[in-house]
C-alpha cells in the first residue's frame, strides 16, 4: 500500500467539478479547502494541490459591466457574532470585488443547467468553519434555496434539503444558508480576535480569508486577501514555524528558477518580520499563462500530499495533509531529511520515508541498533507507552534519534526483535537508504532496498492540515513543520 496519494485537485476549474459530484465524504474530507478556496482559490491551485491545471474557464481579469448588486442581509459583524463558537476560519467574498472576467467561473458550477445568472443573483458569500463536519456557507442575494439545491444537485430527504452532508435551508432576511447539521443554527459568534482581523482584511479588501490555525499554545495565523493580486500572509506569534517555512519556500523557489524554470515570474515570497512569511501571486489576465503558472509550480515548487498510512508516525500522521518542496533528482536531500519517492517496484505509487544513508555509506541495523559507516546512531527512550492515533490502541515505544545532529521521534513495538530485519548494505552512489519512522511498521529500504536520487520528488515541508477518522480537525497538527 503506497504511504503517500496526491491530493485532490483544487484549482478553480478542479473545485468547480468537485461541487458538481459533491457527495459526503468528500466534502467532509474538503470543507476546510472549500472556505479557504472561494476566496484564494488560485493560490491553492499555484501549490498544486493536485493534478490538474485551470483551464480556458479560470481566466481572471476585470468583471463587465452589469446590472446593480443585490443588498445583503447582513453586516459582516453581525455575520461573525452568529457562527459557530468554536470557528476557526472566516471568509467573506464580495463578488463585485472579485477580479474574475467570469464569476461563474469560481462559483458557477451548474448555473446554464438550473438557469441561474450567478452575477446577478449572487452579492456576498460568507463562510465559517469549525471543524471539516462543522461549516457554513451564507449566499446573501437573490438565489433561492431551489436555485442552490439545482445547482449542487440536491436531494429531498424527509422534508429537508441536502446535498450530501449538507442542507439547504432559507436564512430570514433573505439568501440561502448551506451548512452542516452542527452549524447550521446561529452560534455564540467567532473570539472577536479572529472577527477584528477580518474587518481589517476586509478594509483593504473586498474578499478576505482569515483563520486561527494551530494549538492554542502555538497559534498559526493566516490572512488572505484578493486585489489586483493575491496575498496570503501567515505568522507564527513567537515562534518560528511560519518565518521557517517561508524561508524554505523561498530558497525552493529561486533554486527552481536558478534552474531555468520557467512561468514562474507571476509568484512573490518574502519574509514578513519577526513570525511570518507573506506569499503574493499575481492575478493572469490570460488563461494560457494562469495555467503555467500553476503547473510550473507543482513541478518545480511546491505540491501538496496527504498520508493515508502510519508508517511514518509520529512524525507524520495518517490524516495529515503536507506541503512538500520538490527537490529535482535529490540535490537538496540528505541524511535525515522526509522525502516522497516513487516506489521502486510501482513509479505511479509515491511513499514518504526518512533518508537515514546515502550513496557510499553502509548501514547496519541489527539488536545493537542503527550504525551508519560503523558509528552508532544514538536513540533514547522517550515514553514506554505511547499510542498514535488510528492505531486501535497498539502501544509502542517512543524513542528520540540523533541523526547527523538531528533530533526526530520514532517508534518501536515491544516484542518485535530488530534481528528480525537485521541489514548489514552499501549504498550504491546515487542512491539513498529510507526507512519508515514507525520502525516496526514500515515498508521501506529494508524490504525493497536503496531508492535512486532521480525517483526523489521532494522534501516533506509543513502540515498545512489534518483530520482524523472521525473528520474533526487536528487543528494541533497544523503549521508543524516536518523535521
Given at each position: 500500500?503506497?504511504?503517500?496519494?496526491?491530493?485532490?485537485?483544487?484549482?478553480?476549474?478542479?473545485?468547480?467539478?468537485?461541487?458538481?459530484?459533491?457527495?459526503?465524504?468528500?466534502?467532509?474530507?474538503?470543507?476546510?479547502?472549500?472556505?479557504?478556496?472561494?476566496?484564494?482559490?488560485?493560490?491553492?491551485?499555484?501549490?498544486?494541490?493536485?493534478?490538474?491545471?485551470?483551464?480556458?474557464?479560470?481566466?481572471?481579469?476585470?468583471?463587465?459591466?452589469?446590472?446593480?448588486?443585490?443588498?445583503?442581509?447582513?453586516?459582516?459583524?453581525?455575520?461573525?457574532?452568529?457562527?459557530?463558537?468554536?470557528?476557526?476560519?472566516?471568509?467573506?467574498?464580495?463578488?463585485?470585488?472579485?477580479?474574475?472576467?467570469?464569476?461563474?467561473?469560481?462559483?458557477?458550477?451548474?448555473?446554464?443547467?438550473?438557469?441561474?445568472?450567478?452575477?446577478?443573483?449572487?452579492?456576498?458569500?460568507?463562510?465559517?468553519?469549525?471543524?471539516?463536519?462543522?461549516?457554513?456557507?451564507?449566499?446573501?442575494?437573490?438565489?433561492?434555496?431551489?436555485?442552490?439545491?439545482?445547482?449542487?444537485?440536491?436531494?429531498?430527504?424527509?422534508?429537508?434539503?441536502?446535498?450530501?452532508?449538507?442542507?439547504?435551508?432559507?436564512?430570514?432576511?433573505?439568501?440561502?444558508?448551506?451548512?452542516?447539521?452542527?452549524?447550521?443554527?446561529?452560534?455564540?459568534?467567532?473570539?472577536?480576535?479572529?472577527?477584528?482581523?477580518?474587518?481589517?482584511?476586509?478594509?483593504?479588501?473586498?474578499?478576505?480569508?482569515?483563520?486561527?490555525?494551530?494549538?492554542?499554545?502555538?497559534?498559526?495565523?493566516?490572512?488572505?486577501?484578493?486585489?489586483?493580486?493575491?496575498?496570503?500572509?501567515?505568522?507564527?506569534?513567537?515562534?518560528?514555524?511560519?518565518?521557517?517555512?517561508?524561508?524554505?519556500?523561498?530558497?525552493?523557489?529561486?533554486?527552481?528558477?536558478?534552474?531555468?524554470?520557467?512561468?514562474?515570474?507571476?509568484?512573490?515570497?518574502?519574509?514578513?518580520?519577526?513570525?511570518?512569511?507573506?506569499?503574493?501571486?499575481?492575478?493572469?489576465?490570460?488563461p494560457a499563462r494562469a495555467a503555467g503558472t500553476a503547473?510550473?509550480?507543482?513541478?518545480?515548487?511546491?505540491?501538496?500530499?496527504?498520508?493515508?498510512?502510519?508508517?511514518?508516525?509520529?512524525?507524520?500522521?495518517?490524516?495529515?495533509?503536507?506541503?512538500?518542496?520538490?527537490?529535482?533528482?535529490?540535490?537538496?536531500?540528505?541524511?535525515?531529511?522526509?522525502?516522497?519517492?516513487?516506489?521502486?517496484?510501482?513509479?505511479?505509487?509515491?511513499?514518504?520515508?526518512?533518508?537515514?544513508?546515502?550513496?557510499?555509506?553502509?548501514?547496519?541495523?541489527?539488536?545493537?541498533?542503527?550504525?551508519?559507516?560503523?558509528?552508532?546512531?544514538?536513540?533514547?527512550?522517550?515514553?514506554?507507552?505511547?499510542?498514535?492515533?488510528?492505531?486501535?490502541?497498539?502501544?509502542?515505544?517512543?524513542?528520540?534519534?540523533?541523526?547527523?545532529?538531528?533530533?526526530?521521534?520514532?517508534?518501536?513495538?515491544?516484542?518485535?526483535?530488530?534481528?528480525?530485519?537485521?541489514?548489514?548494505?552499501?549504498?550504491?552512489?546515487?542512491?539513498?537508504?529510507?526507512i519508515g519512522d514507525n520502525r516496526d511498521n514500515s515498508?521501506?529500504?529494508?524490504?525493497?532496498?536503496?531508492?535512486?536520487?532521480?525517483?526523489?520528488?521532494?522534501?516533506?515541508?509543513?502540515?498545512?492540515?489534518?483530520?482524523?477518522?472521525?473528520?474533526?480537525?487536528r487543528w494541533e497538527r497544523t503549521g508543524l513543520a516536518?523535521?
Open positions: 500500500m503506497p504511504t503517500y496519494d496526491p491530493e485532490e485537485s483544487w484549482s478553480r476549474g478542479g473545485l468547480t467539478r468537485r461541487i458538481e459530484a459533491i457527495r459526503a465524504r468528500r466534502i467532509v474530507r474538503g470543507s476546510f479547502l472549500v472556505a479557504s478556496a472561494l476566496a484564494a482559490g488560485y493560490l491553492l491551485a499555484l501549490a498544486g494541490c493536485g493534478g490538474s491545471t485551470p483551464g480556458p474557464s479560470a481566466a481572471i481579469g476585470p468583471s463587465p459591466a452589469g446590472p446593480a448588486e443585490p443588498q445583503p442581509a447582513e453586516d459582516r459583524r453581525t455575520f461573525a457574532e452568529r457562527v459557530p463558537a468554536r470557528t476557526r476560519l472566516l471568509a467573506q467574498i464580495e463578488l463585485k470585488a472579485l477580479p474574475a472576467a467570469d464569476v461563474s467561473a469560481v462559483i458557477g458550477w451548474g448555473a446554464a443547467r438550473c438557469g441561474v445568472d450567478i452575477e446577478r443573483s449572487i452579492s456576498r458569500v460568507q463562510i465559517a468553519v469549525a471543524e471539516p463536519s462543522e461549516i457554513r456557507a451564507d449566499i446573501l442575494g437573490s438565489l433561492t434555496i431551489e436555485d442552490v439545491g439545482c445547482l449542487l444537485e440536491a436531494e429531498q430527504d424527509g422534508g429537508r434539503l441536502r446535498a450530501g452532508p449538507l442542507e439547504i435551508v432559507p436564512l430570514p432576511h433573505g439568501g440561502v444558508r448551506v451548512a452542516t447539521p452542527g452549524a447550521l443554527a446561529d452560534g455564540p459568534g467567532a473570539k472577536e480576535a479572529l472577527a477584528r482581523r477580518l474587518d481589517e482584511a476586509l478594509s483593504r479588501s473586498g474578499a478576505a480569508v482569515v483563520a486561527d490555525l494551530g494549538a492554542a499554545s502555538a497559534p498559526i495565523e493566516l490572512v488572505a486577501t484578493v486585489t489586483d493580486h493575491l496575498e496570503a500572509r501567515l505568522s507564527s506569534p513567537g515562534r518560528s514555524d511560519a518565518s521557517l517555512a517561508g524561508t524554505r519556500l523561498g530558497e525552493a523557489l529561486a533554486t527552481a528558477r536558478q534552474g531555468g524554470a520557467a512561468g514562474l515570474e507571476a509568484l512573490e515570497v518574502a519574509a514578513a518580520p519577526p513570525d511570518g512569511f507573506v506569499m503574493r501571486v499575481e492575478i493572469a489576465t490570460d503547473l510550473a509550480v507543482r513541478r518545480h515548487v511546491i505540491e501538496s500530499f496527504k498520508v493515508p498510512s502510519g508508517s511514518m508516525s509520529p512524525t507524520v500522521i495518517p490524516g495529515d495533509h503536507l506541503f512538500v518542496l520538490k527537490d529535482k533528482r535529490g540535490e537538496r536531500a540528505g541524511r535525515g531529511d522526509v522525502v516522497v519517492f516513487r516506489s521502486p517496484a510501482n513509479p505511479s505509487q509515491r511513499f514518504i520515508k526518512r533518508i537515514i544513508a546515502t550513496g557510499g555509506d553502509r548501514v547496519q541495523i541489527d539488536d545493537r541498533g542503527l550504525r551508519i559507516n560503523g558509528r552508532q546512531v544514538p536513540s533514547e527512550l522517550v515514553g514506554a507507552e505511547h499510542r498514535i492515533s488510528g492505531d486501535d490502541g497498539q502501544i509502542h515505544e517512543l524513542w528520540q534519534e540523533t541523526l547527523d545532529g538531528r533530533r526526530y521521534p520514532i517508534l518501536r513495538t515491544p516484542g518485535v526483535p530488530a534481528s528480525s530485519a537485521a541489514i548489514d548494505a552499501t549504498v550504491p552512489r546515487g542512491s539513498v537508504y529510507v515498508h521501506d529500504s529494508r524490504h525493497f532496498g536503496p531508492v535512486s536520487v532521480e525517483a526523489i520528488e521532494g522534501v516533506a515541508a509543513v502540515i498545512y492540515f489534518s483530520i482524523d477518522a472521525k473528520g474533526l480537525g516536518v523535521r
